[in-house]
């Protein structure tokens, strides 16, 4: 009996104790402190999450400056020339229909050809790119523009889901990245997407 009166008394203490210190930890400076550590650790979480999308980029001022004007959407802004095809390819600055029509599109989102970035060029399948398929790792893409000729070579070929993001994502030096539709011979709406990516390799300026 004495053993379970001693029990009593000390669970009745210790639940007092929980009780006053609940109280004062809500009615201090702790219950702040331990809220705003987790708040900011959440904020560290959404951080890093919002970190992994594309994101536009600030323009580097350190980095050299080839266009002083900027071109509007449906402007003409140079060529795509593509030795192994034979073939020159008008560029025009957007991808909306207006500008597929006419020739290749210039993604307005992305650095114009030979700023350092990534630079994304896209054609329909069945007009301006319909031979793209013969284009390959080691193969040249010339690009000409009011500002100079810039050369790449293709370093990588890849198939992607038409809604695959890392297309345009941002590159730590000069990319071209030229985009269609994929397969060549899909009838409809193609699934998939056709991806060159090269890198500048020369530049002459005007």
Known sequence: MKRRSKLRIVLLTFSIAFILFGAWFSSTNAFKFIKGYLIFKSGQIEAKEIHKKPVEQEPDESKEILYLNR?????????????????????FHGTDEEELEKGVGHYAQSVL??????????????TVFRKLGEVGKGDLLIVET????????VKNVRIVDKDDRTVIVPKP???????TC?????????????????????????
């Not at 050809?113 to 069945?126: F, K, T, Y």
């Open 113 to 126: 050809p030979g700023e350092e970035d990534n630079s994304v060029l896209s054609g329909h399948r069945d």
């Open 71 to 91: 071109p509007t959407k449906g402007e003409n802004i140079g060529k795509l020339i593509i030795p192994k095809l034979d073939a020159s390819l008008p560029i």
């Open 173 to 179: 030096r000069a990319t071209l990245t030229v985009s």
């Open 182 to 206: 994929y397969p060549f011979d899909f009838i409809g709406a193609s699934p998939e997407r056709y991806i060159l990516v090269a890198n500048l390799i020369s530049k002459k300026l005007t």
């Open 146 to 153: 009011s500002t100079g000729t810039f050369t790449y070579r």
